[in-house]
């Protein structure tokens, strides 16, 4: 039921509350998402090697697996675990600015697979990766500043 | 040559798992340790299974195709969160917000061609 403009906000219209975080809850916010960043990416290196020689199992084959192989089973949960810590960081950091840092993930997997799988580095994935923490510094300074259009 | 088809997981993938990360920025303002309050949080609920079905969409897109095309893809996933920062939550679109989001997407099509080479 709408009655005038007062209650066609944003806010009534969509009935949770926006409340301005503290400078020190974004920067809190921010870090937890670094964090899901690293937990993730973990947890993929545990998936995908985990997942090697498995094949392509049924839907029922691939519940069975996650449960009894622990590289799965540990990687599964890292990523449960992960995506708490993110519901967390969401609650006081804007969802603009912390989703984007989630592009963290492949940089960290990019490096681990260097590391356990003997991927090889070259310049792309480099510059790659340079351009990605770039994006999500300029991310993190341009959260709440600075708007293109002014509301 | 990457499939349509492996285009199209990922494109889904992005979309879907915005709407999910969306729900769970919803959820959390309204987060209590309580085991009724959490499985009673639709926002929650939603959030939760539209991001794993977001992952299953990427696994599925991502296992044949060109990572220098589907990368970048991903990045299509943040474009739209950050759409419905705006129109949900009304979080400002900044400069930074866009400069950053240009980035990411150049990075990770770079860091694909890297991974394809």
């Not at chain 2, 209590?32 to 897109?61: E, K, T």
């Not at chain 2, 866009?98 to 080479?117: E, K, N, T, Y």
Request: charged share 10%; with cysteine; hydrophobic share 55%.
């Amino acid at each position: 039921m709408c009655h005038g403009p007062a209650c066609c906000d944003r806010e009534s219209l969509l009935f949770w509350k926006l409340t301005e975080a503290t400078p020190a809850q974004k920067r809190f916010a921010i870090f937890l998402v670094f964090c899901v960043t690293l937990v993730n990416a973990g947890a993929q290196v545990l998936i995908k090697n985990g997942a090697n020689g498995l094949g392509h199992p049924s839907l029922i084959a691939t519940g069975i697996a996650i449960l009894t192989t622990p590289q799965l089973f540990v990687g599964y949960s890292l990523y449960a675990f992960s995506m708490v810590l993110l519901v967390v960081a969401l609650r006081h950091g804007e969802l603009s600015a912390i989703y984007p840092v989630i592009a963290l993930t492949f940089v960290w997997v990019t490096i681990l697979s260097a590391y356990f799988f003997g991927d090889q580095m070259n310049a792309l994935k480099l510059g790659g990766i340079t351009l990605i923490v770039a994006g999500v510094a300029a991310l993190g300074r341009g959260s709440g500043k600075g708007a293109v259009k002014k509301s | 040559m990457t499939p349509v088809s492996s285009m199209l997981y990922v494109f889904v993938a992005g979309f879907i798992g915005s709407f999910g990360a969306a729900f769970l920025k919803a959820a959390s303002s309204r987060l209590r340790l309580n085991m009724i309050a959490l499985l009673g949080n639709g926002h929650l609920i939603a959030g939760i299974v539209m991001y794993g079905l977001s992952s299953v969409f990427f696994v599925r897109g991502m296992a044949q195709g060109e990572l220098s095309v589907l990368y970048p893809m991903v990045a299509l996933g943040y474009m739209w969160t950050i759409l419905w920062s705006r129109i949900f939550f009304g979080e400002p679109l900044t400069w930074g917000k866009m400069g950053g989001l240009v980035l990411i997407f150049a990075g990770l099509a770079m860091l694909g061609l890297g991974r394809s080479a």
